[in-house]
């Protein structure tokens, strides 16, 4: 009888429903990574288990290159980001409403509102003025940095890496901060001693949200970028024009497993706190 | 008065978890409950009284027994399929809704005529004074407001069946007197069978026709509030409406003999020993020594205003607590210390039946 | 307020823009400013090899929905962008609502699992909205193509004894779409949810309800400020998409996106690709404001 008990918030068909999402949430992915063991060259049939693929990957210069170049550049943007957005938290967290606060949080929010295509379109054309301005100057050297790119990077991750630090400012204790004051702390010291490192594992989070937003750029890095400076994500968007080997699942793998395990990370960092 | 049954419970049982974690809210609970009547389901929390309101209303279903409605199961009637309504703790008002749609909700999806859910949404209004609110949201009214409106919407559709779960432990004191009345008033003037549950004993004395007390989700005594008052069948019922004392004892003929070695005059069927029980109101105190009267001494006094309780001891070491009329001004009182003879009203003392 | 008080305000208020002072430059380097760049361009004349003319014209804004034929000198309506608009905006439509409509049971689905399993569901739902979009396209690319998961299931059940071919048509944009930004109509669906109180869910049984009628006229209007939420962080990007048409359109199902970048790319014409970037920005911002107008209205007066 109490099988045929009436549920309240069950829904016909609900439950049904999301099962069904998840398990398409993750089949494709589940038979992409599949296919990086396959042995056969070709990605319609199976030929058996192997690491070909991944010795393959491996070898290639263009891919170990690109693998070089993403993580430069997303060690470089996750710690700009991070450092500048852990300021702009302090700043605007914690006091009483001020002017142009609006204005703020729609700054560095607007890479989250801007569609990827228009930022890139503009930051192309911005770079590309930059570049011939070098130049004319003498300067052109320093056009085949990856300075553009990170700067490109630097700007999009800040919301990333803000929210975090934010989240974990607004639920700290004003109390321990008048605390340090009390106990004869001046106030660099209590941001030194107190208030930085309880605000660690909001800006370690940050940091890695950073990270693995700008490792996955596509769009942006595609415009911005100079001749012979493809990224993981942009390489690989190159090579899907071209004949398709399982080549592609392995690096695709690689990536995907690398953002697995900061995602883990991420989420058992931020859980602790609460 | 008729005595037909509205709602009846046979041989409830609600057990929550699986196994040997298994938990009885509700370990085998029948009750009838008659038409018209204000029954009220009185216990502490956890007693399983808002579980069987639960099983009636059907957002639950027991484990085993049954739930009947005027003589018809019901066990597996959904909740939207019952002649009954529920006034939520949270009063669940909707929040997209305005005070109207929310007492017209029911008569609406029961498919009644427009014209008749905004008669009646009227009436209802009425019947709980807030006409002129009609149009408000329902987050902008008070804590009372939102009360009548919870009233008025699970009133509207005329249910068999008035289901309260303890609607007035969010009011403060005044209101919550005032409410008392104002349902009382209204299950007269409706003539609906409400169920009521509260662990507040002093609101179930006020308001019921008649008291179900529970504890641990057992039924342990149904009757008038007098009855539950006067004649209480176990320690737990006796202690948990109004204040007692408990004093041991052993039956002997004509009577019960305390521990001190008085005997009183109490009617029982019972044999050994027993538990006797005395409202302090009905504890008297007389000259120390005089005939008939238990000896005690005063341990100490509480003063309540019009009232004092007086502590006292028998010889046998047994608390006795007294309620007397505070003296008047000027009038020297019973002090500390102080020696006393102690007498119960005539049929006050009540011997437990377990 | 005294003189001492007000010192201290300005003071903080000083603060507040110091400290956020990097992070705005980085901001008006990379992502602010490049915009005014992009509207200026927008009323240039276009360059021979692509990139522009330093002189004055409404060309690119005109040239979005009118092109001058090249022997007339007549101005005539642009089909072909229009269809690319109506494209854009059908696919994104679609994907919206039908990523609501699978969406729904899926955040309810999680809302209500027990509180220990609940951090799980919704992890599950997580990994899909961080991991690569690139990747995610790929992925049902893989599932799409000739000789993909589909047709393989298709044909070994014996649905179909031919492949259909879905990939580079618009059906497979719009499964693409909906594939990767499922997360984002399912997150702000389920703060809602979470958010609401399901004993409603009671009072609407208890007054008669059926499970359509609880569902329709208690839950949905409820927690609309979450499928607004939902539907905008779906259709924004969807409207801007660029890698998923560009993946699984194969380059003939063009979106807005794929058309901007056409303009600069190609070298066609960039006052053009520029006028087309900020009409796109605006319909955004416009949707954003209608978001912002609604969530206001609806925490002031649901209270």
Known sequence: MAERAFHVARLPGFATTAIIVFVALYLPIFTLVAYSFNASTSLAVWGGFSLDWYAKAWDNQQVKDATIRSLIIASFAAAISTTVATMAALGTTRRRAFKGQTLIYVAINQPLMVPEIVTAVALMIVFGLIKVWLTSIGMGGLTTGLGYLILAHSAFCIPFAYLPIRARLEGMDLTLETAAADLYASPWQTFRRVTLPLLAPGMIAGAMLAFVISLDDVVITEFVKSGGQDTLPTYMLGQMRRQLTPEINAVSTMLLGLTVVLLTAFFLLTRKKT | MTEAVTIEARNAVKAFGQGDHAVRALD??????????????????????????????????????????????????????????????SYALFPHLSVAENVGFGLTMQGRPKAEVDRRVAEMLALVKLETMAGRKTSQLSGGQQQRVALARALAPQPKVLLLDEPLSALDLKLRKEMQVELKRLQTETGITFIFVTHDQEEALTMSDRIGVMSAGKLQQVGSPKDIYTRPVNRFVASFIGETNFMNATVVPGGVKLGTGDVIEVPTTR??????????????????????????????????????????????????????????????????????????????AQVLED | MSAAEERIVRQSTRNAWLLSLPALIVLIAAASGPLLIVLVYSFLTPGQHGNVVWEFSTGGWVGILWSQDIFTQEWVLADAHLTIFWRSLWLSLLTTVFTFVVGFPTAWFIATRPLKERALWLFLITIPFWTNLLIRTYAINEVLRKEGLMNTVLM?????????????????????????????????????????????????????????????????????????????LVFVPSLGAYVTPRVLGGGK???????????????????????????????VMAA????????????STHG
């Open chain 2, 28 to 89: 085998d609970v029948s009750i009838q409950i008659r038409k018209g009547e204000f029954f009220t389901l009185l216990g502490p929390s956890g007693c399983g009284k808002t579980t069987l309101l639960r099983l009636i209303a059907g957002f639950e279903m027991p484990t085993s027994g049954a739930i009947l409605l005027d003589g018809a199961d019901i066990t597996e009637l959904p909740p939207n399929k019952r002649p009954v309504n529920t006034v939520f703790q």
């Open chain 2, 271 to 348: 044999p050994g020993a027993v538990t006797v029980t005395v409202r302090p109101e009905q504890v008297r105190l007389v000259a120390a020594g005089e005939a008939g009267a238990i000896a005690a001494s005063v341990k100490f006094l509480v003063y309540f205003g019009t009232d004092t309780h007086c502590h006292l001891e028998l010889a046998d070491g047994t608390e006795v607590v007294a309620r007397l009329q505070s003296p008047a001004n000027g009038e020297a009182g019973i002090e500390s210390g102080q020696s006393v003879g102690l007498r119960f009203a005539p049929g006050a």
């Open chain 3, 156 to 232: 070994g059940t014996g649905i179909t004894d031919t492949p259909i071919e879905v990939l580079y048509t618009q059906t497979a944009i719009f499964i693409g779409m909906t594939y990767v930004y499922l997360p984002l109509m399912v997150l702000p669906l389920f703060a809602a949810i979470d958010r609401f109180d399901m004993r409603l869910l009671e009072a609407g049984y208890d007054l008669y309800a059926s499970r359509m009628q609880v569902l329709r006229r208690v839950i949905l209007p409820i927690v609309k400020p979450g499928i607004i939420a939902g539907s905008i």
């Open chain 3, 253 to 283: 199902q063009m979106m807005i996106g794929n058309f901007i970048e056409l303009q600069f790319l190609q070298g066609k014409n960039w006052p053009l690709g520029a006028a087309l970037s900020m009409l796109l920005l605006v319909i």
């Open chain 3, 288 to 299: 954003l404001l209608v978001y912002v107008r609604y969530a206001n209205k609806g925490s």
